[in-house]
């Protein structure tokens, strides 16, 4: 008898850790998410944020020397350009802000989760909130890497047809 309790309470501890461990893995998840959009922001910012603003200058200052029938083309391609741009320079703060927040959240519900401070019910709702949280940052990033890449691509473009233009 004392030898089956012993399995009993073996085989409960086993199971207590596997749900302990298949509730990590989400956070883990969500944290390799985070760190991915981090690194996605860095690149945006390096790779973007000072070159579509110069290539901006540059094009805006030479469309004196585009074609008077090109112009109004031009001028609707610098609008968008300038509009994400500022799109993005005005939302980085927000998304590193709300990076910062979601990591601390995590790592906040990883301890209360080790801790034994936090039941299966409460840990549902928390981890749903920040995966959803998660998401909403993780699809702005996925929005202006689309954008920014979009909009490098179109003033480069625009470069070549203005200097073109230039040659005439």
Not at 38 to 47: E, F, H, T, Y
Not at 125 to 148: C, G, K, M, P, W
Request: glycine share 0%; net charge negative; aromatic share 10%.
């Amino acid at each position: 008898m004392t030898s089956f309790r012993n399995i009993i309470a073996i085989a409960f501890l086993l199971l207590a850790c596997i749900a302990c461990q298949s509730r990590k893995e989400p956070i883990a998840q969500l944290q390799e998410q985070l760190k991915q959009d981090s690194i996605a922001l860095d690149r945006m910012q390096d790779n973007y944020q000072d070159r579509l603003q110069a290539d901006f200058l540059w094009c805006d200052s030479m469309l004196q020397y585009a074609q008077k029938d090109d112009v109004n083309e031009y001028f609707d391609i610098l609008n968008l350009a300038q509009a994400y741009l500022r799109q993005f320079n005005e939302m980085l703060p927000v998304m590193r802000h709300d990076h910062a927040f979601i990591r601390q959240q995590l790592s906040d519900l990883q301890y209360d989760l080790d801790n034994k401070h936090i039941n299966d019910s409460l840990f549902s709702i928390y981890l749903s909130d920040e995966a959803a949280s998660a998401d909403t940052l993780h699809n702005r990033v996925l929005y202006f890497q689309d954008r920014l890449s979009s909009q490098d691509q179109a003033l480069q473009s625009l470069k070549k047809s203005i200097c073109k233009a230039e040659s005439k």
